[in-house]
């Protein structure tokens, strides 16, 4: 394990981030923790030192992402491992969320994330090295969950846009990790971290019955463990060629493969039809 690595890691304060952000630093890792609010991170991890770096961060502001990542090289020379792993939840059908709902969840969730991106790459590029982990969601895998189509597309547009990263970023010697997590026992689906439409719609009965089982039912049941989540983290960056697509947890593995069965099934059904489009000799 080599704990000589930096790590740059986004959503710091709960859920996964905190607890990947604790475990590389009991193992002697260094870690720069971003949150928008700084004494949250401090309250949890400490103050700066030598090995750990708490750092306010407006994800949503390229300038502050910027700045973030300049600081981060100034205090450990170097960033190893990017984990691009702040987001939220926006629950609500496609007409009951305003224009509003759905730019916050884009600009946070997507546009977040290429600002790291964007910031990060310079330094990548220049030491020819580097591991970016891009987390999406089962949910950016397959959308057919009611009342959740937003929060979905957003993930969707994290594995879109990581596929090309990928390909951009492999010539430096620069990995690329698409993270599809399944359900996993943190606060995610909690009062303060998902955010539930402003205007309801009563017609819409299976987005708000999908709704109450993430909140009330699924929430403080999840199946996976964020603890294992971390170890599973620190063993991809690992790997000398880590995987483009990671599914985690025995759901996700249960959801694609219903999504990859749904796909084929559709296309074998349309092939004649789908394959007529061409021009004929």
């Not at 905190?18 to 991170?41: C, E, I, P, Y």
């Not at 951009?168 to 026992?185: D, I, Q």
């Not at 947890?249 to 007529?276: F, P, R």
Request: proline share 3%; net charge neutral; charged share 20%.
């Amino acid at each position: 394990m080599n704990t000589t690595k930096v790590w740059f890691i986004t959503g710091a304060s709960k859920g996964l981030g905190l607890t990947l952000t604790k475990k590389l630093l009991a193992l002697g890792f260094s870690v720069a923790a971003t949150s928008r609010n700084k004494q949250s991170l401090i309250r949890e991890i400490g103050a700066a030192n030598e090995k750990c770096l708490p750092i306010e961060m407006d994800l949503t502001h390229n300038e502050h992402v910027k700045q973030a990542i300049e600081a981060t090289i100034a205090h450990f020379g170097k960033i190893d491992v990017v984990v691009n792993n702040a987001g939220y939840s926006q629950i609500g059908t496609l007409e009951e969320l305003a224009a509003e709902e759905v730019e916050r969840n884009f600009k946070v969730n997507v546009f977040g994330s290429l600002n790291v991106i964007r910031n990060v790459a310079p330094y990548l590029r220049k030491q020819q090295s580097g591991h970016i982990f891009n987390i999406s969601s089962i949910g950016g895998y397959t959308g057919n969950f009611a009342g959740f189509g937003i929060y979905c597309a957003t993930k969707f547009a994290v594995a879109g846009f990581t596929e090309a990263l990928a390909e951009e970023m492999k010539a430096f010697g620069v990995h690329t990790t698409l993270v599809y997590p399944g359900y996993f026992r943190t606060h995610f689906l909690s009062k303060g971290s998902v955010q539930t439409p402003t205007r309801e719609i009563e017609d819409y009965k299976a987005a708000r019955e999908m709704e109450q089982a993430h909140l009330n039912d699924i929430n403080g049941n999840q199946p996976n463990d964020p603890e294992k989540a971390a170890d599973v983290f620190i063993a991809l960056s690992e790997h000398k060629n880590p995987p483009v697509h990671f599914f985690m947890g025995e759901d996700a593995y249960h959801y694609a493969n219903l999504k990859i069965e749904t796909i084929q099934k559709a296309m074998k059904e349309n092939e004649v039809l789908g394959t007529s489009t061409g021009f004929k000799n």
